[in-house]
């Protein structure tokens, strides 16, 4: 096979190789390969569907994950195999009067999925339109990159996947690595996925993405917030109310608060620049919201303290976040296909997705399709609503409204 | 007696794989080395991952694609050969079409080749296999290719050995066994390609591919790029060995040859009315491949060229004179090579990303690492054939008593001592 090289051939030589290589490539060729990868890789060869394994053998699995992970990364990792809870059916609205286009959605999403830094890799694709030229995708910008945000005469649309009941990227999986759950989560085996990228070509949104190199989780840097109200949520777990303070030093004290990043500046090998090296800051007198900020839940056993000195509190940036689901947020490895999940690791356990706590101006909603009192009920009963290239009958379950 | 059959078969084969003249062990040496180049640089992006390549999210599909559903076309178009000399009982043609499965044969491995460079996870592809694997059928495409070509490869290794060692064991073949595998054939090739199209014709996210005529189009051009590989191999063979090859056989194939490149621009030119003409977003693709779009004007030179050299080798091919004129049906011949390969390579693959669906732009073209892995593939390939011919030809020159074909002038041994010299087409 021509996969690995060959040391300069002799006469002899000559007739060995051509033998194996056309008579029994296929074995040679295959043996030679897991003779040449790392444990992990040889483990993967030999493994079994998701679907096929029982309880037993999904815990060991993920006990041997856990051991992988920790070795990797020298911290505890927890990989669990949440299942979907009954009578849920995931659905996300976005209000598209309400994004400013502060692409924060985008690095907390990064930060929370353990996606990989460099390259970078992000599930959320926020496009820049003209007011007047409505939803028109050969004009949208997604490399816009202004000192503040909102900007007059645009408005934003990020878009990621959109959990389609009829979804093209599962129905071309040759080797059926990606599915959707019994809760509407469609989701990727990162152990079975073969790397065809099939499915990327017939996503009609771009929510696929592929693991183009080893991807890079941890690496260096904070964000420093003013915390303006606790409340308690029982169980030793508060509901925290932050404002950004870009200006101030870090000096991390809450050790659990959700994880973000800001943006680093990363040039593709191949000089394609992405994006750059500062977030834009926030226009609080052009927004829709008045005083943007950030909600997230801290498990305490006192509740953290408001903000007395700047760079009290901050967001972990850069760090790998540990708690992790099977079919979500746990370590990638290269050659893979991964994708947006609405946070399984999140939801599952009936918290938000990092998107929606995150969103400065409140503009994500979500929720339980099936419940009446859910806020995504609310809006799909109330707004107007549109579905994404509905001629493509995906049947999207992530709707876009306009809220004011 | 079987068993001492086949030890002769493999040590007469091997042996007439060893013994050959200077041009022969240099044309196997060079080739060696272009695997060995391939090699190498599949280690780089096999360690690396495909960071390397030239290919990112948004032109996720490139290079190797392209080389895939061109030789599935290579692979199809043996029938060329096939429905003359079977179906119409042709005889100059049925001598030689065993040249056409073997080319068969070379070009489905190529393309397993290309299918495992192009993998992420090239441990994995053994998921997408029926009963070892979790295979997605029926609705997966792909699995349906790969299941289509490896069957299709199956079937042209059983004719060609089954023809080749009757031959050597101065047996006429089986035409019980062997009549309705090669009429299966013809079905079979005509499925490939139209389950190769059916990958990309049946994306509902890209215009550009999602076209009821793309497996028409595939099958218009696999009916001119394979011939036109046939054709030159046919002239090479002919010199190398003096096997007889008549002229009548290779203007014939030329003329198949331009009745299927007419209909390849003919359906070409209905796609180009109908997106000019209707004038919607889905014609951004095609605005994108012939004059560039937004400033992005990376494929418009492949686009045109691929063009040009098709509608020349038309006119070629088309006029008597000019295809029974050895040169010029040469020239033709490399014409419609370079203009398919230059198409389904490069100019079919990368317009369907370009604009992606979100509207943006992705100028890709194939790097270096990308052109060393497909070098290397079609060293792999080149290498197969020059092996494989070098053991069927000495058979076809010696077997007197064929029912599948007339005799052969003697020369055998000559012929196995013979040379083949370096042909790229």
């Given at each position: ?219 260096d840097g904070r964000l420093a917030v003013n915390v ?12 925290v109310?932050a404002t950004e303070a870009l200006d101030a030093p870090v000096n991390l004290r809450a050790p659990e608060v959700?994880p973000?990043?800001v ?35 801290v498990?305490s056993?006192?509740?953290p303290a408001l903000t007395e000195n700047p760079g009290e509190y901050g967001f972990f940036l850069d760090a ?85 | ?425």
């Amino acid at each position: 096979m021509s996969e690995h090289p060959s040391p300069a051939p002799t006469a002899t030589d000559l007739v060995d190789t051509d033998r194996r290589d056309f008579l029994k490539a296929g074995a040679v060729g295959v043996a030679a390969l897991l003779a040449g990868c790392d444990a992990e890789s040889r483990e993967a060869f030999f493994a079994t569907h998701f679907h096929e394994l029982d309880a037993t053998e999904k815990r060991a699995m993920l006990e041997a994950l856990e051991k992988r992970y920790r070795e990797e990364f020298k911290q505890d990792v927890h990989v669990s195999a949440t299942p979907a809870m009954e009578g849920v059916l995931f659905g996300y609205a976005l209000d598209l009067s309400r994004c400013i286009g502060c692409r924060r959605c985008v690095y907390a999403c990064v930060a929370e999925n353990n996606s990989s830094r460099e390259p970078q890799l992000q599930y959320i694709r926020v496009l820049r339109m003209k007011n007047e030229g409505g939803v028109d995708l050969i004009d949208a910008d997604p490399y816009y990159d202004p000192a503040t945000v909102p900007e007059p005469g645009v408005f934003y649309m990020p878009v990621s996947c959109q959990m389609c009941q009829d979804p093209p990227c599962t129905k071309v999986c040759p080797a059926e690595a990606t599915w959707t759950e019994p809760d509407g989560l469609v989701v990727v085996d990162y152990d079975w996925c073969i790397g065809c990228r099939y499915c990327m070509a017939a996503c009609p949104y771009e929510a696929r993405h592929f693991n183009w190199a080893k991807p890079a989780v941890v690496t260096d840097g904070r964000l420093a917030v003013n915390v303006v109200r606790v409340e308690p949520k029982g169980e030793g777990r508060f509901v925290v109310t932050a404002t950004e303070a870009l200006d101030a030093p870090v000096n991390l004290r809450a050790p659990e608060v959700m994880p973000t990043i800001v943006k680093r500046p990363f040039i593709d090998p191949k000089g394609k620049r992405f994006f750059t090296d500062t977030l834009p800051v926030l226009n609080t007198a052009a927004s829709t919201q008045a005083d943007p900020s950030y909600t997230f839940e801290v498990a305490s056993a006192e509740p953290p303290a408001l903000t007395e000195n700047p760079g009290e509190y901050g967001f972990f940036l850069d760090a790998l976040n540990p708690d992790t689901e099977f079919l979500g947020n746990r370590p990638r490895k290269k050659g893979v296909v991964e994708k947006c999940t609405f946070c399984i690791q999140r939801v599952r356990k009936g918290r938000y997705p990092a998107c929606v706590e995150i969103c400065p101006v409140g503009a994500r909603k979500f929720g339980n399709l099936l419940d009446p009192n859910s806020d995504i009920r609310y809006v799909i009963e109330n707004k107007r609503l549109f579905v994404f290239k509905e001629e493509l009958n995906t049947k999207p379950k992530f709707f876009y409204f306009y809220g004011v | 007696m079987l068993a001492k059959n086949l030890y002769r078969f493999a040590t007469s084969s091997l042996r007439h794989v060893l013994t050959g003249g200077v041009a022969y062990w240099l044309w196997v040496v060079l080739l060696l080395i272009g695997v060995a180049v391939g090699a190498h640089a599949y280690s780089e992006q096999f360690r690396e991952g495909f960071i390397v390549t030239n290919m990112r999210d948004e032109v996720c599909w490139g290079f190797y694609i392209g080389n895939f559903t061109f030789l599935v076309g290579i692979a199809a178009a043996a029938i060329v050969l096939v429905i003359p000399a079977y179906v119409y009982d042709w005889k100059p043609i049925r001598e030689i079409a065993i040249i056409g499965e073997l080319l068969a044969i070379c070009a489905v491995v190529m393309c397993m080749l290309f299918v495992m460079v192009d993998v992420g996870q090239p441990l994995r592809v053994w998921h997408m296999l029926p009963l070892v694997g979790t295979a997605n059928l029926p609705s997966s495409v792909l699995a349906w290719d790969v299941l289509t070509l490896s069957l299709y490869l199956v079937l042209n290794f059983v004719i060609v050995t089954h023809l080749v060692y009757r031959g050597f064991v101065g047996k006429k073949p089986s035409k019980a066994f062997v009549v309705p595998l090669i009429l299966f054939s013809i079905p079979a090739a005509v499925g490939i390609q139209t389950v190769e199209a059916f990958v990309l014709s049946g994306l509902s996210a890209r215009p550009f591919w999602n076209s009821a005529i793309l497996p028409a189009r595939f099958l218009a051009s696999a009916f001119c790029s394979g011939p036109a590989i046939i054709l030159i191999l046919l002239q090479l063979i002919r010199r190398t060995w003096h096997l007889e090859i008549k002229n009548e056989a290779l203007w014939k194939i030329a003329e198949l040859m331009a009745y299927a490149m007419f209909l390849n621009l003919f359906l070409f030119g209905a796609e180009i009315f109908r997106e000019y003409y209707s004038n919607t977003h889905h014609l951004l693709s095609y605005v994108y491949s012939f004059t560039g779009l937004h400033g992005y004007s990376a494929i418009v030179g492949y686009s045109w060229a691929a063009v040009i050299a098709s509608v020349l080798a038309f006119l070629i091919f088309i006029v008597p004179r000019f295809r029974k004129n050895m040169f010029l049906l040469n020239v033709g011949a490399v014409l419609i090579y370079v203009g398919v390969y230059i198409e389904k390579g490069v100019a079919l693959i990368v317009p369907g990303f370009n604009p992606s669906t979100l509207g943006g732009f992705y100028e890709y073209t194939p790097n270096w690492l990308e052109l060393r892995v497909a070098a290397g593939i079609f060293s792999a390939g080149f290498l197969l054939f020059t092996l494989m011919i070098k053991v069927t030809v000495p058979v076809l020159l010696t077997r007197k008593t064929d029912a599948l074909a007339g005799p052969a002038p003697a020369g055998g041994e000559r012929a196995a001592a013979g040379v083949l010299p370096a042909a790229t087409p």
